[in-house]
DNA sequence: TTAAACCTTCCAATAATTGGAAGGTCAAGT
DNA sequence: ACTTGACCTTCCAATTATTGGAAGGTTTAA
């Protein structure tokens, strides 16, 4: 199997499975005799399970974890849910910061009749100090490489 | 007004001020004798404007366009909400899609007794081809240069 | 005069992904 | 046998917004 039926049969782009390998999630390819990259069946499954991961918004670094949980015979169950939990923690404190935004952003939108004159509550706010105190309020200092990812994959298999 | 004070005043690091002004979103700062950026209440207010759009989530292209609406006397407040209502839009849309992502790992969650065994409903599901359905219906394809901010602003100003 | 606290530019890294160039390989059709 | 197209390879660069650091110049206060 090349790269490109792995990533039909994965999901996953061939530029992307190369990634992972040279950032070592996966293992290094078995090559053909001209250098081609080969999977099996097992490789696949690999793939498929990095897939799943992503599209449930892990980052690498954690399917880096869960796929070392993954393949250990003896893992404890109660790891992967600790994993598994504070990823879902943080996911859901994205969820409430976008949701106040949201909120505000509506509010501004709600009050502003968008018609052609140039009178708007919309940019008013956002170049007022006092007008903008929700901003400082809804909007948490937040750090930028959180482990959320900023949005799950696109199922990309080209079903030729 | 120097960078640091600028920053200070505004609530964005001097870091990206000058990246602001590289890439053009604001203009090029007036310079001392000897090379150092100047501010004045002007372009305090720009960049309390900014901080405040990107506190609500506004990408820097999308603040771009609201800057040039902003500073023109006769805009149409019609085209500034149309703005904000794309934008809101595309909050919403993220917001759904982590909110599916949620659940489906809050269930899986549910499900994982998380002791020492190695039983663990989480990984099955991960690596179970049939038993994931879920997660490629609720995971819609998304682009990854989404004009929606990961996360918002720190409003990091050091009250000294 | 010297030290601290500024400022400058430039270069690199972050996370995940895509794009493209330049070139090698394989399979099919002529 | 030869060409064509669809593969594959590596490497380098861009994306977004932000931070970090190095190497060096400036200002201010002691």
Same mark, same amino acid.
């Given at each position: 199997?090349?790269? @490109?039926? +792995?990533?039909?049969? $994965? @999901?996953? $782009? !061939?530029?992307?499975?190369?990634?992972?390998?040279?950032? @070592?999630?996966?293992?290094?390819?078995?090559?053909?005799? $001209?250098?081609?990259? =080969?999977?099996?069946?097992?490789?696949? =499954?690999?793939?498929?399970?990095?897939?799943?991961?992503? !599209? !449930?918004?892990? $980052?690498?670094? =954690?399917?880096?974890?869960?796929?070392?949980?993954? #393949?250990?015979?003896?893992?404890? !169950? &109660?790891?992967?849910?600790?994993?598994?939990?504070?990823?879902?923690?943080?996911? &859901?404190?994205?969820?409430?910061?976008?949701?106040?935004?949201?909120?505000?952003?509506? #509010?501004?939108?709600?009050?502003?009749? @968008?018609?052609?004159?140039?009178?708007?509550?919309?940019?008013?706010?956002?170049?007022?100090?006092? +007008?903008?105190?929700?901003?400082?309020?809804?909007?948490?200092?937040?750090?930028? =490489?959180?482990?959320?990812?900023?949005?799950?994959?696109? #199922?990309?298999?080209?079903?030729?």
């Amino acid at each position: 199997m090349n790269i @490109g039926q +792995a990533s039909r049969a $994965s @999901g996953i $782009s !061939a530029k992307m499975i190369r990634y992972y390998e040279a950032i @070592g999630l996966i293992p290094k390819a078995t090559r053909s005799y $001209s250098g081609y990259r =080969h999977y099996d069946e097992r490789d696949i =499954h690999v793939l498929l399970f990095i897939n799943r991961a992503r !599209a !449930a918004g892990f $980052s690498i670094a =954690h399917i880096k974890k869960l796929l070392l949980l993954w #393949q250990d015979r003896r893992r404890p !169950a &109660r790891k992967v849910k600790q994993l598994a939990t504070s990823h879902l923690k943080e996911l &859901r404190e994205k969820i409430s910061e976008l949701q106040s935004i949201a909120e505000t952003l509506s #509010q501004l939108i709600a009050h502003c009749r @968008g018609d052609d004159r140039p009178d708007c509550p919309i940019l008013d706010t956002l170049s007022d100090k006092d +007008a903008t105190q929700e901003f400082a309020e809804t909007s948490k200092p937040n750090r930028l =490489h959180s482990s959320v990812r900023q949005s799950s994959s696109k #199922q990309c298999v080209k079903t030729k």
